[in-house]
């Protein structure tokens, strides 16, 4: 069976799947001739992360393709339910990054409530000249312990963040569609672990109550931002707002109002709507903290994705991969 990972697969996933007996192709093919390259290498599985997308004009053209992998949790690059009336196996690796994102979004937070973002971009142009004026501009700093951190969404990647947050001293709470309690495991390394039960709330209940809020949904069902004007006036002045779920889970129209109005204090995103070409006034905004959707792009997150999707691959076409 021919792999095509065509954005990649960690070495110790693609030597997992050879060891198997798979033939991995890890040769980048532009997207225009994806479906020339499948057929004539007749290729049997193709593997993608966030750069390649697989809809139905390559499922109906690609008679001979028998999976579809996703090397990360969310398949919005992938027509999921067509492939598989077309009985196409669709496989993803939700628990391999959850670390990874979460770590990200711990980095945005330490960096926004410090300034620290700001600070690397002003310090080599004005840091020799007005090192003075930038000391008193960023000396306004505020720390995470004892604040209230709400998390959009308990799933794996959620629950992981909670546990760092819970590490900090933070108030955890979250927003989720039942309602109720999560239990939160805090590894404390080396001296075992402890749970925490955190309230889970719609999401109106929690956004007047949170100093900080990150996303970890897509958007809803039917397209539309999952944080919107409305939800942004509902939140606290001066919230600080992190993504790194889905470029178009926030208005970045309702966004840049709230950025300019003093609304929100800063903002932290991973994911933007326009990728690869992110807005110019979002890249540009003095309140924003960016990264080139990276949550999950740690050298041990795309070896354990790496080695997901191994296994799953070998537990439906091969055989056993051993440990």
Same mark, same amino acid.
């Given at each position: 069976?021919?792999?095509?990972?065509?954005?990649?697969? !960690?070495? #110790?996933?693609? !030597?997992?799947?050879?060891?198997?007996?798979?033939?991995?192709?890890?040769?980048?093919?532009?997207?225009?001739?994806?479906? #020339? *390259?499948?057929?004539?290498?007749?290729?049997?599985?193709?593997?993608?992360? /966030?750069?390649?997308?697989?809809?139905?004009?390559?499922?109906?053209?690609?008679?001979?393709?028998?999976?579809?992998?996703?090397?990360?949790?969310?398949?919005?690059?992938?027509?999921?339910?067509?492939?598989?009336?077309?009985?196409? $196996?669709?496989?993803?690796?939700?628990?391999? !990054? !959850?670390?990874?994102?979460?770590?990200?979004?711990? #980095?945005?937070?330490?960096?926004?409530?410090?300034?620290? *973002?700001?600070?690397?971009?002003?310090?080599?142009?004005?840091?020799?000249?007005?090192?003075?004026?930038?000391?008193?501009?960023?000396?306004?700093?505020? $720390?995470?312990?004892?604040?209230?951190?709400?998390?959009?969404?308990?799933?794996?990647?959620?629950?992981?963040?909670?546990?760092?947050?819970?590490?900090?001293?933070?108030?955890?709470?979250?927003?989720?569609?039942?309602?109720?309690?999560?239990?939160?495991?805090?590894?404390?390394?080396?001296?075992?672990?402890?749970?925490?039960?955190?309230?889970?709330?719609?999401?109106?209940? =929690?956004?007047?109550?949170?100093?900080? =809020?990150?996303?970890?949904?897509?958007?809803?069902?039917?397209?539309?931002?999952?944080?919107?004007?409305?939800?942004?006036?509902?939140?606290?002045?001066?919230?600080?707002?992190?993504?790194?779920?889905?470029?178009?889970?926030?208005? $970045?129209?309702?966004?840049?109002?709230?950025?300019? /109005?003093?609304?929100?204090?800063?903002?932290?995103?991973?994911?933007?709507?326009?990728?690869?070409?992110?807005?110019?006034?979002?890249?540009?905004?003095?309140?924003?903290?960016?990264?080139?959707?990276?949550?999950?792009?740690?050298?041990? #997150?795309?070896?354990?994705?790496?080695? $997901?999707?191994?296994?799953? =691959?070998?537990?439906?076409?091969?055989?056993? =991969?051993?440990?």
């Amino acid at each position: 069976m021919k792999i095509q990972a065509n954005d990649g697969i !960690s070495q #110790a996933g693609k !030597s997992a799947l050879e060891d198997a007996g798979f033939t991995v192709i890890t040769d980048k093919v532009a997207q225009e001739d994806l479906i #020339a *390259y499948i057929n004539k290498e007749n290729i049997e599985a193709v593997l993608v992360r /966030s750069a390649t997308t697989v809809r139905q004009d390559i499922i109906d053209a690609c008679p001979g393709l028998k999976l579809i992998g996703r090397g990360g949790v969310g398949m919005d690059n992938i027509d999921v339910s067509y492939a598989r009336t077309k009985g196409i $196996e669709v496989i993803n690796t939700p628990a391999a !990054s !959850s670390q990874s994102v979460a770590e990200l979004v711990m #980095a945005h937070l330490f960096s926004m409530v410090r300034g620290v *973002y700001d600070a690397n971009r002003q310090m080599p142009l004005r840091g020799e000249a007005e090192f003075a004026v930038l000391k008193k501009k960023y000396a306004k700093g505020i $720390e995470l312990r004892g604040k209230t951190l709400g998390i959009v969404g308990i799933g794996r990647i959620g629950q992981s963040l909670a546990s760092y947050a819970l590490g900090c001293g933070m108030k955890v709470i979250s927003a989720d569609l039942v309602p109720g309690n999560k239990e939160i495991p805090v590894d404390i390394q080396g001296y075992g672990e402890i749970l925490v039960n955190i309230p889970v709330r719609s999401l109106e209940d =929690i956004l007047p109550q949170c100093d900080f =809020i990150s996303l970890h949904v897509p958007k809803q069902p039917d397209g539309t931002p999952v944080i919107g004007k409305k939800q942004i006036d509902a939140m606290k002045d001066g919230v600080i707002l992190v993504n790194a779920a889905r470029g178009g889970s926030i208005d $970045e129209d309702a966004l840049i109002e709230g950025l300019d /109005s003093g609304k929100l204090a800063a903002v932290g995103l991973d994911v933007f709507e326009n990728e690869p070409q992110p807005r110019k006034d979002i890249l540009n905004h003095p309140k924003i903290s960016l990264t080139p959707h990276i949550g999950a792009a740690t050298l041990e #997150a795309q070896d354990r994705i790496g080695l $997901e999707l191994a296994h799953k =691959i070998v537990s439906l076409f091969g055989e056993t =991969i051993n440990n």
